[in-house]
């Protein structure tokens, strides 16, 4: 049976009217790799989803409010857009997956919101890590930069303003860029990892992307069963 993946949509406005988003790399991966995905749209629904899903994919999105680590907002810096609603949801499913041990994978903003649940803490603005080298300027869509995984390099998508500041407990680095920023994270004992780069970019066409997906929808089909 294949397993049922909770992948957790963008919201956004248009006209005031609210809407969510999602990008189809997201639901193409899953798919791709043997798994049905599914799209949380009700904060309230948080309880009926984790009783349906078999894993949840945490996405990309607004910037997760400082307050949920410990930091604060200077008078003088510009609110950024957040969604609490969201946000609280993220954290209530987190909660549900992890003590279920059902698995989880965060990407991008999604890998922070993991980092976040587990205690830890981000820095919000890459300025603060000015060696963050990224090549390949030529690339169509990305700018890319290298990492390294378990002893190997590969070249991964750069597109995201905000890192792992301090990692939460019980999660472990297994991947950092040249400047030492962790790129992705694997937690010691229950199956939840993180990946900073947008993996569901480069799964048709990228090993360590692909790997991640077939991994995780793995992990799923073991706890389908």
């Known amino acids: 049976m294949k397993p049922k993946i909770l992948i957790i949509a963008t919201d956004g406005f248009a006209k005031n009217i609210g809407h969510f988003m999602i990008n189809t ?62 946000e609280e949801m993220e954290l209530k499913l987190c909660e549900m997956f992890s003590k279920s ?21 981000l820095c919000d603005n890459m300025r603060d890590f000015s060696k963050h080298i990224k090549t390949a300027e ?6 890319y930069h290298v990492i390294t995984a378990y002893d190997k390099n590969y070249e991964v998508n750069s597109a995201h303003k905000s890192a792992i500041e301090t990692l939460g407990e019980a999660l472990i680095p297994v991947a950092y860029a040249e400047d030492k920023t962790i790129e992705a994270f694997k937690h010691s004992f229950l199956p939840v990892q993180g990946v900073q780069w947008h993996a569901e970019h ?18 799923c089909k073991e706890g389908s069963k």
């Open 25 to 86: 790399d997201y639901g193409k991966s899953i798919a791709n790799a043997g798994g049905i995905p599914i799209v949380a749209l009700s904060p309230k629904l948080a309880e009926e989803y984790f009783d349906l899903a078999d894993g949840l994919l945490l996405t990309d999105g607004p910037e997760i409010h400082r307050g949920r680590y410990g930091k604060y907002y200077a008078p003088t810096e510009e609110f950024p857009p957040f969604n609490r609603e969201r």
């Open 202 to 219: 480069e799964s048709e066409n990228d090993g360590i992307s692909l790997k991640i997906f077939e991994d995780f929808i793995s992990l």
């Open 138 to 143: 030529d690339k169509t869509e990305f700018t």
């Open 101 to 121: 041990k059902k698995p989880i994978l965060g990407i991008g903003r999604g890998m922070q919101m993991i980092n976040v649940f587990f205690g830890g803490t």
